[in-house]
Nanobody, 119 residues
Framework: QVQLVESGGGLVQPGGSLRLSCAAS????????MGWYRQAPGKERELVASVTSGGSTNYADSVKGRFTISRDNAKNTVYLQMNSLKPEDTAVYYC?????????????WGQGTQVTVSS
């Protein structure tokens, strides 16, 4: 099992920055992919950014050049640095971690943290 603790969400003005953190704890043998998703009102949840265990990253087109995902394997933590925030970035952001178990993997989700970009 794994527990995800998210932090860093809140209210910010357009053009501002936020840094989201998600720390994983529990019993698992490894952490594979880590990522951030978001869901705005009336819309489906979408992938914002992901990072593999090897460090390869992937970003949604809407956030490329503004957001940066990173991970600290020693702390079992994934970060999302969000710069030049726009009102369109307003959403609930969810941390996702894929952990490795014996003979299988398990995808775990955080509770979500609200990010609001407004003047």
């Amino acid at each position: 099992q794994v527990q995800l603790v998210e932090s860093g969400g809140g209210l910010v003005q357009p053009g501002g920055s936020l840094r989201l953190s998600c720390a994983a704890s529990g019993m698992f043998f490894s952490i594979n992919d880590m990522g951030w998703y978001r869901q705005a009102p009336g819309k489906e949840r979408e992938l914002v950014a992901s990072v593999t265990s090897g460090g390869s990253t992937n970003y949604a087109d809407s956030v490329k050049g503004r957001f940066t995902i990173s991970r600290d394997n020693a702390k079992n933590t994934v970060y999302l640095q969000m710069n030049s925030l726009k009102p369109e970035d307003t959403a609930v952001y969810y941390c996702n971690v894929v952990i490795g178990l014996i003979a299988t993997t398990f995808s775990s989700w955080g509770q979500g943290t609200q990010v609001t970009v407004s003047s």
